[in-house]
């Protein structure tokens, strides 16, 4: 199993501001995935992050919305930026286990934007 | 549309029987399929799987059935206890690394 810490756990943000948030697992890993739950509903692939390339983005998420950082095997940064209440989800970070099958997720990060 | 429906919300059982929670797929395509439990202001963590070559797969307490013709899974939770008290999700994926499909969970309320 894999190790996760992300911060911050929790935010509460203006409109039109942008939040980075921080991923870092206790091994190397070679994908990191950031995933979103709005309230209510399922938690959304946004995008893979690889290490040394660009992220891969899902239908519906734009790099200029959620820019990507993967500097190395053990970190990734995602930034919401200039957010709108709609922004207003919970943002994990995961990493594979392994197998390509099992995720393990951080605890999340809880964002409201007014 | 949803590829992967949890259609009941939520669900409260008696510390002691039997939980039932079901999960419904569109996609023909997937080939593993997962369950994961979610605590408040936590992450959620993997709680039992199942390929589809299997139609059951048990782990102590827990039980996951596949049905692949309804394309319907179900998790079984026997005897239930007051921390199994969390949120479940259902999730699928036709092989592709790491792009799980995730349901809307059903959150399970165990009552002593």
């Known amino acids: 199993s894999a190790v996760i810490s992300q911060k911050p756990s929790r935010d509460i943000c203006q409109r039109g501001t942008s939040l980075t948030i921080q991923c870092q697992v206790d091994s190397q890993v070679t994908m990191m995935f950031w995933y979103r739950q709005q309230p209510g509903q399922s938690l959304t692939l946004i995008a893979t992050?690889?290490?040394?390339?660009?992220?891969?983005?899902e239908s519906g998420f734009v790099i200029d919305k959620f820019p990507i950082s993967r500097p190395n095997l053990t970190f990734s940064t995602l930034t919401v930026s200039n957010m709108s209440p709609e922004d207003s989800s919970i943002y994990l970070c995961?990493?594979?286990?392994?197998?390509?099958?099992?995720?393990?997720f951080g605890s999340g990060t809880q964002l409201s934007v007014l | 549309d949803q590829q992967v429906k949890q259609n009941s919300p939520s669900l409260s059982v008696q510390e002691g029987r039997i939980s039932i929670l079901n999960c419904d797929y569109t996609n023909s395509m997937f080939d593993y399929f997962l369950w994961y439990k979610k605590y408040p202001a936590e992450g959620p963590t993997f709680l039992i799987s199942i390929s589809s070559i299997k139609d059951k797969n048990e782990d102590g307490r827990f039980t996951v059935f596949l049905n692949k013709s309804a394309k319907h899974l179900s998790l079984h939770i026997v005897p239930s206890q007051p921390g199994d008290s969390a949120v479940y999700f259902c999730?699928?994926?036709?092989?592709?690394?790491?792009?799980?499909?995730f349901g809307k969970g059903t959150k399970l309320s165990v009552k002593p």
């Open positions: 999730a699928a994926n036709e092989g592709s690394q790491g792009n799980l499909i």
């Open positions: 992050a690889n290490q040394g390339s660009e992220a891969t983005y």
């Open positions: 995961s990493v594979d286990g392994g197998s390509g099958e099992k995720l393990f």
